[in-house]
């Protein structure tokens, strides 16, 4: 641990630690399903300094044990205030199993990636705890979990639709999204006296009431979904649901959601604007120690050495991807931070003791959205589309990538820094975008050769995902056409700078809409690239995703047409074999897997050497 630190730099994990602080008791105990890592990027070490600035005593218990005597459960006792559970940055069954169902073999956010520090349905299992040993004390839940199954939505583990998260928890309030402002806001309400059970106008919460105790509606508009039973017997009715909740989560004055389950209601109410830039930076400025707490003794954990020299510029994105969650979770407007706030954080890791000189990414979400929005933030009030790049760029979106620009150029002209690098994906659509403003296009052009020339660590990131425009259309990405405009550039640059940088292409097998004919033509397509594909996946319904609803419910929940999808194991491992066309093991019956689809002309190109 960094010398300067010691155990009452962070929240207390023990009772001995809080007795350091001299504190007999804490107002919040945070219990989550990650190792505790002090840092901006993990959500349990947010909420906590959030909290503390709030000047409430606050205790933080990692990982805890739910299979012994439960201790971990009972060390801090009785808090003042509330209990909150976070399961982690990622969803436990994400986190737990492969596309296949198959136990991962480590675990990024534990402590020498160990597997068996979390239960599945983490959050569900906690809370059950808490509820059994503390029935009277209110339970809030947050984080990526709670966020992405705050409705009815389908659970690909148990092939099933799965009510409101709120009914196996049992807890008080679900806050879903980043949940600095409405935590904020629920401390504030209960300090004036509220329970939190009471709490029933707090944005970016939801909460499960009595069908006949339905809060009056504070917000602008109200919309109802179909109930979970309606949906249980109707997929098209589920898929009809998921419109509403995707438009509602991208609106900037969303309506309140209610969804009738069992014999109760559930309310969503709509989200809170999007941070300003000094909400933003004020949670960034907390006083993170940015370690891991001394408890861990130096061991390996993968997801902070990954983030250990990065720097994150921004939150949210507005590409829609049809198979990601970060518009469920943070929403498609973005909200960036200062200048000045990066450039402090940055400060602080070229201070750190093994620091060598090197950022490794100035990213978020997406590498270059920092400090976008809409030109005329009244047209983006009426805006209900989940993402402003596809089909096409919105006129009204501000591409301008001349403050990332200068943040990249700031950084490097810090006196310890040689160079920074950009780990996040890049949306290169937006480098090829060329609109109306002429200093806009200029930008774009500039960044495009900075990236490639300065700030490449040996290979570029893109997403192109896939080949066929018929899946891309399914999945809201741009034309494989111009990954091949963007590969000619990035060649070009690299020519011209003598330098010998490689494009690495991230793409999904057994999406909806694809088919192995699909999946064949992309094999073809990649080897005349000259690609032998690394970074591939199969495609993982992830709760609250319109791929998930597609892939369950077999209908497009926006033009509610059917939609083909591979669900089997052989399936989906047709699909997945056309990736690795290059295994001379798969040769054969990739051979005689194109003869039954009476392409021919693939093999030729895949095998030119066979007759």
Not at 18 to 38: H, K, N, P, T
Not at 63 to 71: C, F, G, S
Request: with cysteine.
């Amino acid at each position: 641990m960094d010398s300067k630190y010691n155990l009452t730099h962070f929240l207390p994990t023990t009772k001995k630690e809080m007795e350091l602080r001299g504190w007999d008791r804490v107002d919040v105990v945070l219990f989550s399903g990650d190792a505790y890592i002090d840092h901006p990027s993990f959500g349990t070490a947010v909420i906590g300094r959030i909290l503390e600035r709030l000047g409430l005593q606050v205790a933080v218990v990692p990982q805890p044990n739910w299979r012994d005597d439960l201790r971990d459960f009972k060390k801090f006792g009785v808090p003042r205030m509330f209990f909150a559970i976070t399961a982690g940055v990622m969803d436990s069954m994400i986190n737990h199993y492969t596309a296949n169902k198959r136990l991962r073999s480590n675990d990024a956010y534990t402590p020498e990636g160990r597997t068996d520090m979390r239960p599945d349905r983490a959050l569900t299992v906690y809370s059950n705890i808490l509820k059994e040993l503390y029935p009277d004390i209110p339970l809030i839940i947050g984080g990526v979990e709670a966020s992405l199954r705050r409705v009815s939505h389908y659970d690909y583990w148990s092939d099933s639709l799965h009510k409101t998260i709120l009914t196996d928890t049992k807890a008080d309030l679900l806050v879903y999204g980043m949940g600095e402002l409405p935590i904020t806001q629920i401390v504030r309400e209960m300090q004036n006296g509220k329970a939190a059970a009471e709490i029933w106008d707090m944005p970016q919460t939801a909460f499960l009431t009595r069908k006949d105790n339905v809060p009056e509606n504070l917000f602008k508009d109200e919309v109802r979904l179909f109930s979970h039973e309606e949906c249980l017997e109707d997929k098209l009715k589920q898929a009809k649901n998921f419109r509403v909740v995707e438009e509602q989560s991208n609106l900037l004055h969303a309506s309140r959601i209610l969804q009738d389950v069992d014999n109760k209601t559930l309310v969503v109410n709509p989200p809170f604007p999007p941070m300003t830039e000094e909400e933003i930076d004020a949670s960034f400025d907390l006083p993170y120690t940015r370690l891991p707490h001394p408890k861990y003794k130096n061991k390996q954990i993968a997801a902070y050495e990954m983030i250990k020299f990065s720097v994150n510029l921004h939150r949210g994105c507005f590409g829609g991807c049809a198979f990601c969650t970060i518009s469920a979770h943070q929403g498609k407007f973005i909200a960036s931070r200062s200048k000045k706030s990066i450039l402090e954080e940055v400060k602080k890791i070229t201070g750190m003791p093994d620091f060598k000189g090197y950022i490794s990414d100035l990213g978020g979400p997406s590498a270059n959205m920092y400090k976008m929005q809409g030109r005329d933030l009244s047209v983006c009030e009426k805006c209900k589309r989940p993402s402003c790049i596809y089909p096409g760029i919105c006129p009204n979106l501000n591409t301008n990538h001349a403050p990332l620009l200068d943040i990249y150029r700031s950084v490097d002209n810090l006196p310890k820094v040689k160079k920074s690098f950009i780990g996040s994906g890049v949306r290169y659509d937006m480098l090829l975008h060329r609109g109306k403003d002429e200093t806009v296009n200029k930008a774009a052009g500039e960044y495009t050769k900075e990236l490639i020339a300065n700030h490449v660590s040996g290979r570029l990131k893109v997403a192109p995902e896939h080949t066929s425009n018929r899946t891309l259309d399914v999945m809201r990405k741009p034309s494989f056409g111009q990954f091949y405009q963007f590969k000619n550039i990035f060649d070009a640059e690299n020519k011209k700078n003598n330098l010998n940088q490689q494009l690495i292409p991230y793409f999904i097998s057994s999406h909806p809409g694809c088919t192995e004919e699909d999946m064949a033509e992309l094999a073809a397509i990649t080897k005349n690239l000259n690609f032998k594909l690394e970074q591939v996946q199969d495609f993982t319904p992830s709760p609250m995703t319109l791929a998930t609803e597609i892939y369950y419910t077999g209908y497009h929940p926006y033009s509610l047409e059917k939609v083909y999808t591979a669900k089997t194991p052989s399936q989906k491992e047709s699909q997945r074999q056309f990736f690795f066309w290059y295994d001379k093991n798969n040769k054969k019956r990739l051979i005689a897997e194109l003869k039954r689809l009476n392409r021919t002309d693939l093999i030729e190109k895949l095998y030119p050497t066979v007759k």
